[in-house]
């Protein structure tokens, strides 16, 4: 029976102060070196709370078989979105253990550092793998640091444990023997980290003389953090949304695995596994083996836990080739030979992303640009929707809107186009359309520059596979989709019978999925697609 959330033996976590006492109860206080100000704090609030001897030996029953019932807890107390913003995902059980048996393998540490312990999943379980260990968790959230010393307590491992509250960024210290970074690197997006953190993040790189996005995600802090701080010899594996793979800001943490970190494999987990719970989000796990130069770096992709198996094997790509490639996750799948009759999508289209106006709120027509003539108006896809809902045909152009995209020699208009359009440019002025980073890099400001209509358009980032549509009515496209122009002349019922295989044969998995369960096409994503070759689609052979 579950109540609020909780199963029914759990409703004494009611509140986080109920989680508190718990973790007090089950000797918090005892484990991993003296209290922070901040827990300590956290302990006074929850310690008149009750304590049920039966609920302790109950909790200290499931920990010592490997539950976790008090990270389970805090991950229903907490709601996904406030955890997501956190950084506060808690890797399952098969996950840690499988990166655990890969470290094993790999050599015996002296010391084990979870940069963001949470409730120590990977800690408990590495000091059973490695019994002489100092044992070493980090994490910003009194409330996780009370969990982690409860669990070490309960496991026998208080003793040989520090937790400490603080960002893992200030870590420092260096030990005789070998360190084994581990964890699971909170996942926070650029937008939620102050500038004084980014500022952080590109001096530090450029003291690699590496480049660094401030756009970058928290996860990408982490690595560099850990490359910042490690010695040859020591080793590590990390599971992070795979976003690095492929994203620009990602160049970062694909330099420190070709550099300083010693990058040895990436395992992909696809988000049907549900790597992450709270997350429909494609995994990555990387390992790591500081100071080592490998010939290669090994890729797998899995569909299922079950497939997870060792880490380090797969397909081997050479340095060279991975120093040369802009994105990685393509690298993770099997490229096998299409089928006879088959071809690369790119074979018979160029994929194109659609223009970026750099400001729609003044390059989509509306009432501030009444009475421009008509040819300086072009109806244009500008929302998803308006291909998924097309049903494949874009027939109609009536609903949708009209993009405004003059010439950059405005002495091609006539006199009469010319006195509207030089209005209109005013008004576009004080919204400030010719001070933006697009306007600025374009030949004239005000010129759009809107692509050729495209025979066949598609969605490419959504939480499903993507949209293709027969573009009927020579709609152009901005940013929001692509557009396919056939290399060579393309029948009616070439580019038909191509429509229909896109939008029934293209699954999410083809793509890359990002945290929060987006998936995305790139333009030469999209192009390495199997589909018919054109005597296939000509013949209408295709399902």
């Known amino acids: ?40 704090a956290l302990a006074k609030t929850a310690e008149a709370r009750p304590v049920s001897p039966h609920r302790i030996a109950d909790l200290k029953d499931r920990i010592l078989a490997g539950e976790d019932p008090l990270g389970d807890a805090f991950s229903v107390l907490r709601s996904p979105e406030v955890r997501r913003d956190q950084g506060a995902t808690y890797t399952p059980a098969p996950i840690v253990q499988t990166m655990i048996d890969w470290a094993a393998a790999t ?78 690197p909170p996942y926070v997006r650029h937008h939620k980290i102050g500038a004084v953190w980014k500022t952080w993040l590109t001096a530090e790189a450029a003291k690699l003389d590496l480049p660094a996005s401030r756009l970058a995600g928290l996860h990408a802090y982490f690595f560099l953090a850990t490359a910042r701080s490690a010695k040859p010899g020591d080793f590590g ?50 390992t790591f083996d500081i100071g080592a130069k490998p010939r290669a770096v090994s890729f797998r992709r899995i569909e299922d836990l079950a497939s997870l198996g060792e880490l380090g094997k797969g397909r081997t790509v050479p340095r060279e080739r991975l120093a040369a490639e802009g994105r990685w996750s393509h690298l993770t799948r099997d490229s096998e030979k299409p089928p006879e ?60 809107r009209r993009v405004i995209d003059l010439p950059a020699d405005l002495d091609e208009l006539d006199s009469a186009e010319r006195k509207a359009v030089t209005k209109f440019l005013k008004v576009a002025r004080a919204m400030g359309a010719n001070k933006g980073y697009v306007a600025s890099h374009r030949k004239a400001w005000w010129s759009v520059g809107l692509r050729a209509a495209a025979p066949i358009i598609s969605t490419y980032m959504a939480r499903r596979p993507p949209g293709f549509i027969i573009n009927q009515v020579d709609a152009r ?44 096409f790139e333009p030469r994503e999209m192009e390495r697609l199997i589909v018919p070759g054109p005597a296939l689609l000509a013949a209408g052979a295709v399902c």
């Not at 759990?10 to 989680?19: P, Q, W």
């Not at 009759?341 to 970026?356: A, D, P, Q």
């Not at 396919?484 to 083809?510: A, E, G, H």
């Open 107 to 184: 050599r015996t540490p002296a010391r084990v550092i979870d940069p963001g312990v949470g409730s120590a999943r990977f800690l408990c379980r590495a000091g059973q793998a490695f019994p002489e260990a100092e044992l070493v968790g980090i994490d910003v959230d009194p409330l996780a640091a009370l969990m982690a010393r409860a669990n070490l307590a309960v496991t026998g491992q208080g003793g040989r444990a520090r937790i400490l509250l603080g960002d893992y960024r200030r870590f420092t210290g260096q030990v005789a023997g070998s360190s084994l970074y581990i964890g699971n």
């Open 341 to 400: 009759g088959y071809v690369e999508l790119g074979e018979l289209c160029r994929v194109h992303r659609g223009t970026v106006t750099g400001a729609n709120g003044v390059w989509i027509a509306g009432a501030h640009s009444v009475g421009l003539p008509e040819t300086v108006l072009f109806p244009t896809i500008t929302r998803a929707r308006e291909v998924l809902e097309a049903g494949g045909l874009l027939a109609d152009s009536r609903k949708l």
């Open 237 to 286: 594996a990390f599971i992070t949304a795979s976003e690095w793979l492929d994203v620009n800001y990602g160049a970062l943490v694909r330099a420190l695995m070709l550099g300083r970190l010693g990058g040895r494999s990436v395992t992909v987990i696809d988000p049907t596994a549900q790597p992450f719970p709270d997350a429909a989000a494609t995994a990555a796990i990387a």
């Open 1 to 40: 029976m579950m109540v609020g959330g909780l199963a029914d033996r759990d409703r004494i976590f009611a509140t986080e102060d109920d989680l508190v006492a718990m973790a007090l109860a089950l000797g918090a206080a005892q484990a991993g070196g003296a209290l922070s100000a901040a827990e300590t």
């Open 477 to 520: 496209h901005i940013n929001i989709a692509h557009g396919l122009y056939p290399r060579d002349p393309m029948s009616d019922t070439v580019r038909k019978s191509l429509v229909s295989y896109l939008q029934s044969n293209i699954s999410q998995r083809s793509g890359r999925t990002y945290a929060g369960g987006l998936t995305k």
